[in-house]
């Protein structure tokens, strides 16, 4: 099983799921004690980072490590 490999080991899964809004949404500052994969499916996310300002179209993903703060709408 995939997950017995060692490149898991140390890895624990937090959370995740599939956000969806048709109205405008705003992602406030935070940073998180664990690491955050954004991948967009649809749509555009504009996110500020400690590296700049990003923008995600569908296909894109970014990868943010633990205690960065970012923000986004």
């Not at 993903?61 to 923000?71: A, I, M, R, T, V």
């Amino acid at each position: 099983m995939i997950e017995n490999h060692n490149y898991f080991k140390g890895l624990r899964f937090e959370y995740g799921g599939r956000f969806s809004s048709r109205e405008a949404w705003i992602h406030p500052q935070h940073t998180n004690t664990t690491w955050e994969i954004i991948f967009m499916i649809e749509g555009c996310a504009h996110l500020s980072t400690v590296w700049g300002n990003v923008d995600l179209n569908p296909g894109d993903f970014l990868l943010l490590p633990p205690g960065k703060p970012h923000s986004g709408y």
